[in-house]
């Protein structure tokens, strides 16, 4: 038999086998049988080698037309086998429209970041800006820039953790200010929102928590002012007619500074167990900003003077929402999380 009357029967095969093919899958496998890498065709194009050289360009080309006309057929066959598939498809299917749909589960907001939220919206009627800063921190922006010297018990290694040398997680939000200090042109007033992270855990800390800051600078500020900002957030975060109170303190970034205390909002001063029966709840620092914090970020001062004040995000849902343990929070035991759904 004569290479030309090989690749003749060939194509009539291949043809036969694909118009008997009862699903695309087998109409492909013949495909492969025939046209694939390793298929009949490729085969025949060793008949080349018996063949002289007048025969050989004419030879080459009748495979080509042989392989093209498989191809083409190929096409018409599938096409109108995938349309058979899909309307068998169609009738063996039925599609009941009166079944229930599936319900996803709802998710909600975690309890830190409702108390950022309302923090945020409270503080934004007082024409407060919201700010962030990066959690990895230089040394000097953490400590340096907030007048914290390098034998403050706060670099301890106990409490910070050190990425190398000049690196920190940082430890405070306090940071931020700093950033919009020296990025942004007083009068300033910012809200400064993250985490932050110590080498600290027990029933009341955690080593990675949340804070919030916040700076007022202008031509005239006073410790007045700062109580005033801080009873009017007290009032609107936890309801109420809850008192506000100043306890002097120390802290290297304020001067003077006060610890914050409120009226305990569980039992409006009359003593129980949140509040160690004393009626007061302390719930962060303040003061005014010390005026080498200033110098340091090129601030002028007096003509330019500030305060500032920092709350933890956690121990203000602890209060508000009445929580026994810190830890509850980065837990995301779901039991815990949808007692605050809204
Ligand atoms: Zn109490």
């Known amino acids: 038999m004569t290479a030309q009357s090989k690749l003749e029967n060939l194509k009539v095969e291949a043809l036969s086998k694909m118009q008997a093919a009862s699903s695309s899958q087998a109409?492909?496998?013949?495909?492969?049988?025939?046209?694939?890498k390793n298929g009949l065709l490729t085969e025949i194009m060793k008949e080349m080698a018996s063949l002289s050289k007048e025969e050989k360009p004419a030879f080459g080309k009748s495979v080509n037309e042989v392989k093209q006309a498989l191809e083409q057929a190929y096409e018409g066959f599938e096409t109108a086998l995938k349309a058979k598939e899909i309307e068998e498809k169609m009738n063996s299917e039925e599609v009941d429209l009166t079944l229930p749909g599936f319900t996803r589960p709802r998710g909600s907001v975690h309890p830190v970041h409702l108390v950022i939220n309302e923090i945020y919206s409270i503080m934004s009627r007082l024409g407060y800006a919201i700010r962030q800063g990066p959690l990895i921190e230089l040394d000097s922006y953490n400590f340096e820039a907030l007048n914290i010297p390098a034998?403050?018990?706060?670099?301890?290694?106990?409490?910070?953790?050190?990425?190398?040398?000049?690196?920190?997680?940082?430890?405070?939000?306090?940071?931020?200010?700093?950033?919009?200090?020296?990025?942004?042109?007083?009068?300033?007033?910012?809200?400064?929102?993250?985490?932050?992270?110590?080498?600290?855990?027990?029933?009341?800390?955690?080593?990675?928590?949340?804070?919030?800051?916040?700076?007022?600078?202008?031509?005239?500020?006073?410790?007045?002012?700062?109580?005033?900002?801080?009873s009017f957030f007290v009032k609107e975060f936890f309801g109420g007619d809850l008192k506000t109170r100043f306890r002097p303190s120390f802290?290297?970034?304020?001067?003077?500074?006060?610890?914050?205390?409120?009226?305990?909002?569980?039992?409006?001063?009359?003593?129980?167990?949140?509040?160690?029966?004393?009626?007061?709840?302390?719930?962060?620092?303040?003061?005014?900003?010390?005026?080498?914090?200033?110098?340091?970020?090129?601030?002028?001062?007096?003509?330019?003077?500030?305060?500032?004040?920092?709350?933890?995000?956690?121990?203000?849902?602890?209060?508000?929402?009445?929580?026994?343990d810190i830890r509850l929070f980065p837990e995301n035991d779901l039991r815990f999380l949808r007692q605050f759904e809204m």
Not at 29 to 35: A, D, I, Q, S, T
Not at 207 to 213: D, G, N, T
Request: glycine letters at 10%; a negative charge.
């Open 251 to 324: 802290f290297p970034f304020t001067e003077p500074s006060a610890e914050v205390d409120c009226t305990c909002p569980i039992c409006k001063g009359k003593g129980c167990s949140m509040c160690k029966h004393t009626g007061w709840i302390e719930i962060g620092g303040c003061g005014l900003i010390n005026p080498k914090v200033l110098a340091h970020a090129q601030v002028k001062y007096p003509e330019w003077q500030g305060f500032a004040f920092g709350f933890g995000i956690e121990r203000m849902a602890i209060i508000k929402y009445g929580v026994d």
């Open 27 to 36: 109409l492909y496998n013949v495909k492969v049988e025939f046209l694939g």
């Open 151 to 230: 034998d403050h018990p706060a670099r301890d290694m106990q409490d910070t953790f050190f990425i190398d040398k000049t690196h920190v997680l940082r430890t405070h939000t306090s940071p931020i200010q700093i950033h919009s200090l020296e990025s942004e042109k007083p009068p300033l007033r910012i809200i400064g929102t993250g985490a932050v992270f110590r080498c600290d855990s027990d029933i009341s800390h955690l080593p990675h928590f949340h804070q919030i800051e916040g700076m007022c600078v202008d031509r005239k500020v006073s410790m007045g002012d700062l109580k005033g900002t801080i």
